[in-house]
């Protein structure tokens, strides 16, 4: 047995090796080879190298283990708290969307409701390991890197509960409310008491071990107290993904977790090896060719509906277009938890080995895509950009301006970006109970029925039921829409400085706006809402209810920013016609006369104007200035001879002369 052991250790070391060298002069993912290694010494290649896939299967949870122990050591709560506002949004929204997209793959395809829910799960999440690796080789700006590490933070935190509820629904071999509530209950409770015992003790106990300056000590008590944790979570029947993921944001909370992260990583590369040469391991060639036309067909599906969603909830949060752009191609693909989540359904046998087989072909494929199309992005960007609408631009640029600001607002004592708290609290609860009541109605529903002679699944049955749970939402989302309204006359009057009186009606400005956060919020409720009806209603009129209601909110958000933006030009006109008769000067900022020049649009009320008349800028580009990450101001437009560039894009060279309106804070 020992002797056995050493020799698949032995082969699964060696063979990824040799293929990881390979896969490196080629310029590929190291994943990419790791999983070539498995097919290598897995069953179905008659090749004189084998590995018991058991024994390796047992060694590749620790690379788990250590995997979801660094995502936690990156991870500080105070940092979680202040990317939630907006990496949350982009966050929710992609995982909402990519669920329903593999959803509806399973209905095309005709799947089980399970293995359908599955593949949601499994096209939920990014890889961090692949969008780390891009952004080693090629780093984006400041901004763009933390936007899109905090959507990747979110998708950790969210896909460490799916591995959770997915692994209950796999004991029970069913989808069954029952045993999914209590799960949640108690992964919550579990969740609140190891975090809160865990920072009086942890934290304070890693700064003594560091403080005797003793890198040995330090990674031994560190990775000890992972695998301590990761068993204990375990036993109380959780994954031990989310116990290795709970120690390092408990180690990270020490301060020390970049130190204890540089120690584990040769650690950890080593056993995430052997973790992808078990994948790759479970893969038949065969079966992988044989499923081939439908890996590619949801390949091209990930990275389109990707980059589409991610663009839109980047938007959304206030991103702006050039960072929504590089946000969207860095994270069109799936990973890791990819696979633990087919491993999981595999184990459980509610998912067949086709579907094994389609995870990691299309996980290759978009490890592949990926860092071309980031090499690439800058062209690629370009060329998208010039096609985009005006209108949608002047839109985005607006919003993008108005969400700044929103940021910028201090957090006053006991309130949230100037917003009560029992407005939040509101908002939370009544989405909580959306989202609760109706798999509680629908499961009781039949019994009630059938106490008056009713069947659920005739027509009056369900007419009936539409009634019922129709009187129930009622209040609640009267409530929802309640809370939802003052929030957004809070954020109202925090972007526009104009005091928005109700007789008044609202310009097109204000209307956008306060479209813009409703939109928001009914597309990170409607997706949790109609989610939590899937397994109870015909997947066909889910995914058509999806589709209804986010096709609405889009067409609703284009026709308000067509109407902005002919303000907007409608005014730029006029500033043109007057900077044609005018002579600027060389000075670094014009006169406050030639501030009201601008077209009036409500929260952009303070612009300044400022002109080009330094030869070390002629030839650079908006991205290479970094005026908003330097500054904190918004280039609104620039004005050359008799041409007006509105909202301008990142690439856009300056030229000797140019006059930049600028919107800001004075300071």
């Known amino acids: 047995m020992h002797e056995s052991f050493l020799k698949d250790v032995a082969l699964v070391l060696g063979v990824a090796a ?24 897995g069953p179905y290649i008659p090749i004189p190298l084998f590995a018991d896939p058991h024994r390796v299967e047992s060694l590749s949870e620790f690379g788990v283990i250590l995997v979801m122990f660094s995502i936690g050591l990156e991870f500080r709560l105070a940092k979680f708290f202040r990317v939630l506002p907006t990496s949350g949004i982009t966050a929710s929204l992609e995982i909402g969307a990519m669920f329903l997209v593999g959803l509806s793959i399973g209905y095309l395809f005709e799947w089980s409701i399970a293995q359908s829910i599955f593949m949601g799960g499994a096209l939920s999440i990014s890889s961090t390991m692949i969008v780390s690796k891009i952004f080693e080789e090629t780093p984006p700006d400041a901004a763009t890197k933390d936007h899109v590490l ?41 969740l609140i008491f190891l975090t809160v015992v865990g920072l009086f003790i942890i ?42 993921f709970l120690a390092g944001i408990l180690v990270s909370e020490s301060g020390e977790g970049h130190k204890v992260e540089l120690l584990s990583k040769p650690l950890k590369d080593v056993f995430v090896a052997i973790f992808f040469v078990s994948v790759g391991m479970t893969v038949d060639p065969m079966v992988a060719l044989k499923v081939l036309p439908q890996s590619l067909f949801i390949t091209l599906l990930v990275i389109l509906s990707q980059f589409f969603i991610v663009f839109i909830g980047s938007v959304l949060s206030g991103a702006g277009m050039n960072r929504a752009l590089f946000s969207s191609l860095s994270l069109g693909q799936i990973g890791e938890f990819s696979f633990i989540i087919a491993a999981i359904g595999a184990g459980a046998g509610m998912v067949t080995q086709d579907f094994q087989a389609i995870v990691v072909t299309v996980a290759i494929f978009t490890s592949l895509s990926t860092p071309l199309l980031w090499k690439n992005s800058s062209s690629i960007i370009e060329r998208v950009s ?60 039949p019994g009630i029925l059938e106490q008056f002679g009713l069947d659920r699944n005739s027509l009056t049955g369900q007419l009936i039921a539409f009634i019922l749970l129709a009187i129930i939402l009622t209040p609640i989302i009267y409530g929802f829409t309640k809370m939802a309204s003052s929030l957004i006359i809070r954020l109202s009057q925090t972007v526009f400085s104009v005091s928005l009186n109700p007789a008044q009606e609202a310009s097109p400005a204000e209307k956008l706006f ?30 058509v209810l999806v589709t209804f209601i986010f096709a609405t909110i889009l067409f609703r958000l284009w026709k308000s920013a067509g109407k902005v ?9 006029r500033l043109v016609s007057v900077i044609k008769r005018q002579t600027y000067h060389a000075t670094p900022f014009h006169q406050k006369e030639d501030q009201n020049l601008f077209p009036k649009i409500p929260g952009l009320d303070d612009v300044d104007s400022i002109t080009i ?31 007006l560039i509105m909202f301008p894009i990142h690439s856009q060279t300056i030229l000797l002369g140019d006059i930049f309106q600028i919107w800001g804070h004075q300071e």
């Open 613 to 643: 008349s330094n030869q070390n800028l002629v030839g650079k580009t908006l991205a290479e200035l970094n005026i908003r990450n330097l500054t904190g101001a918004t280039v609104v437009s620039i004005t050359r001879k008799d041409q």
């Open 203 to 244: 934290p304070k106990f890693i700064r003594q071990i560091s403080s005797q300056k003793n890198s040995e000590v330090l990674i031994i008590g560190a990775v000890g107290f992972c695998f301590v944790l990761a068993l204990i979570v375990k036993n109380l029947g959780y994954s031990v993904a989310l116990g290795a």
């Open 514 to 543: 306060k479209l813009t956060v409703w939109s928001i919020l009914c597309l990170i409720v409607s997706f949790p809402f109609l989610a939590s009806l899937s397994p109870f209603i015909d997947t066909y009129l889910f995914v």
């Open 386 to 445: 010039k096609q985009i609408p005006q209108s949608l631009r002047i839109a985005i640029g607006l919003y993008e301006a108005w969400f700044h600001r929103i940021k910028e607002l201090s957090v006053h004592e006991g309130r949230f970006l100037g917003i009560p708290k029992k407005v939040l609290i509101g908002l939370c609860f009544d989405s909580f109970l959306l989202v609760t009541i109706p798999p509680l109605f629908l499961k009781f529903l």
């Open 565 to 573: 933006a002919f303000e907007y030009e409608a005014g730029s006109e």
């Open 18 to 41: 040799l293929i990881s060298i390979l896969s490196f002069k080629l310029r590929l993912p190291s994943v990419l080879g790791y999983l070539i290694a498995g097919l290598i010494l």
């Open 150 to 190: 905090g959507v990747l933070v979110i998708q950790d935190v969210v896909a460490i509960l799916l591995l959770t509820v997915l692994g209950a629904f796999a004991a029970s071999s069913q989808l069954n409310f029952d045993n999914l509530l209590p799960t949640i209950s108690k992964l919550i409770f579990t």
